[in-house]
């Protein structure tokens, strides 16, 4: 019998990914959907009541989602892009240029569900908070790593000046992330934990559980769709994408 082995290595052509992008695109917002409602029908119907904050506490269903993908993404996306710049791979640059705008996305609902909660539990809608400061950071990374592809026309100097930039800011992650640990602020810590039991009641942990897979399956089909998107704009001079628009046309 013989073994069939997948050469996963021909994917990293914009020829042969295209066309399993298109194919992988329902099934994440399928997903998506399932993902999102369930989470959202958990949080904000089924999840009891804070005994502190009350039911204020359920704008939580939507920033911490946004919040954990705005750095997540922020990785990958400087993850495609230094695999890019090391290896020279069109995709890879094209990954990153549609990875930026859903993680930029991200990290303004976090700022603006931080806000909207922030305002009835510390009084104030904005504090120059580390984690606060460092998420705005984020953001300005995702839209200066924007900025700064548009502002370079050659599609491959602009995704080469865009991952330097990338890197870089990916030391602005762990600052997030222990921010609350390394400084004393008015965030509060970690609900959720690798290394302990979750500070939460079961119903409301999988309400966010299923809220950040939500996020997370919608940010893969739409970074999916905005990559084809990509490929025919930067490709629109080769053989295949040429008999891909006579097909359709």
């Not at 993902?35 to 804070?50: K, M």
């Not at 506490?57 to 996306?77: G, Q, T």
Request: one cysteine or more; hydrophobic letters at 55%; aromatic letters at 14%.
């Amino acid at each position: 019998m013989t073994e069939r082995v997948i050469n996963w290595f021909k994917y990293a052509s914009p020829q042969t990914f295209y066309p399993l992008a298109g194919r992988l695109i329902p099934w994440f917002w399928a997903l998506a959907a399932l993902f999102g409602a369930a989470g959202l029908t958990i949080g904000f119907l089924l999840a009891p009541t804070d005994a502190q904050q009350g039911e204020g506490y359920r704008i939580i269903f939507l920033h911490v989602p946004a919040s954990w993908l705005s750095m997540f993404i922020y990785l990958v996306m400087a993850f495609w892009a230094g695999i890019g710049l090391a290896f020279n791979i069109r995709l890879s640059g094209m990954m990153a240029s549609a990875l930026a705008p859903t993680g930029a996305l991200f990290a303004f609902l976090s700022l603006w569900t931080g806000a909207l909660w922030g305002k009835p539990m510390w009084g104030t809608w904005w504090v120059w908070d580390a984690r606060l400061t460092s998420e705005l950071i984020l953001l300005f990374l995702y839209i200066g790593f924007i900025a700064l592809q548009a502002a370079i026309d050659d599609p491959r100097r602009a995704d080469k000046a865009g991952a330097i930039l990338a890197l870089v800011g990916v030391v602005n992650i762990p600052i997030i992330y222990f921010s609350v640990k390394w400084w004393n602020t008015l965030h509060q810590g970690a609900s959720v934990s690798l290394t302990k039991a979750p500070s939460m009641a079961a119903m409301m942990l999988w309400g966010m559980l299923l809220c950040a897979l939500g996020c997370w399956m919608y940010s893969i089909a739409i970074a999916l769709m905005r990559v084809r998107t990509i490929m025919l704009e930067r490709e629109r001079h080769t053989d295949w994408v040429r008999s891909l628009l006579d097909d359709k046309g």
